[in-house]
């Protein structure tokens, strides 16, 4: 890994390394996410109180890093504006949302148009009541999925290439789309659909139509190993009731 110029980043997770270290996931700019370890910054001393306040979720980054392997060594960290500072169940979502990009985004793997995509549901987590805290991070995720390239087409049957009917009823087939079903079958009513693709979540059947249809497309992602972060939604937090996908 050659050394890098400063780029916009942010911290994902972090974690202990060895004993005066820690072992950071970036979300950067350039190459999507990327593990770095930034050396001497646990415990008392002088560096340690120095960058204590920089290495944490939230915050906007400038960074460069640089080493002769994977996993690359700190240069320089600083601070590229204020935090988001997120409370609550915003706080919760925030954690999750980081949680989902440390899981779906491969090493090195640049992925345009994430970090502005991402500085915004920080920016509408930090501003949201709690009926927009949902809405917020449903979008969110559709666009990770859709700058992913494996979002599929909300507005149209999978087979035959035709609007949805807005009363007809849809399920989804993988690395398809969506297909409507016959009278009866158990699935998504077009309209429902409809509204997601328009990422319309004033109607609360939409909402939990959403969530359920999400968590479907995240599950084969994700792998067998469940997200630690939707632990944190079993308790909510009281009139703040929402949940991850």
């Not at 994902?12 to 910054?41: A, F, I, K, N, W």
């Not at 009541?129 to 149209?156: I, Q």
């Not at 969506?178 to 997601?196: C, H, K, N, S, Y």
């Amino acid at each position: 890994m050659m050394p890098h110029a400063l780029q916009s980043c942010w911290v994902l997770h972090s974690r202990p390394y060895r004993e005066t270290s820690l072992l950071l996931d970036l979300l950067t700019e350039q190459e999507g996410r990327v593990r770095c370890v930034m050396r001497g910054v646990r415990g008392d001393g002088r560096r340690a109180r120095q960058w204590r306040g920089v290495v944490q979720s939230f915050l906007p980054l400038q960074g460069s890093w640089g080493g002769r392997t994977e996993l690359g060594t700190i240069r320089q960290l600083e601070p590229d504006g204020a935090p988001y500072l997120l409370a609550g169940t915003a706080l919760y979502c925030g954690l999750y949302a980081n949680e989902l990009l440390t899981r779906l985004l491969y090493p090195g793997e640049s992925v345009p148009g994430l970090l502005p995509r991402y500085a915004a549901l920080l920016g509408q987590l930090g501003q949201a009541g709690s009926d927009a805290l949902e809405p917020a991070l449903r979008s969110f995720e559709l666009d990770l999925l859709d700058l992913l390239g494996v979002c599929p087409d909300f507005s149209s049957d999978a087979l035959t290439g035709a609007s949805l009917k807005q009363h007809a009823s849809y399920r989804y087939l993988p690395d398809s789309g969506f297909v409507e079903v016959m009278t009866g079958d158990p699935g998504v009513e077009g309209r429902v659909l409809l509204a997601i693709a328009q990422q319309d979540f004033s109607d609360p059947v939409v909402r939990r139509a959403a969530k359920r249809v999400v968590r479907q497309l995240l599950a084969p992602l994700l792998g067998d190993k469940p997200l630690a972060s939707r632990a944190l939604f079993e308790t909510p937090l009281p009139a703040l009731q929402v949940t991850p996908s």
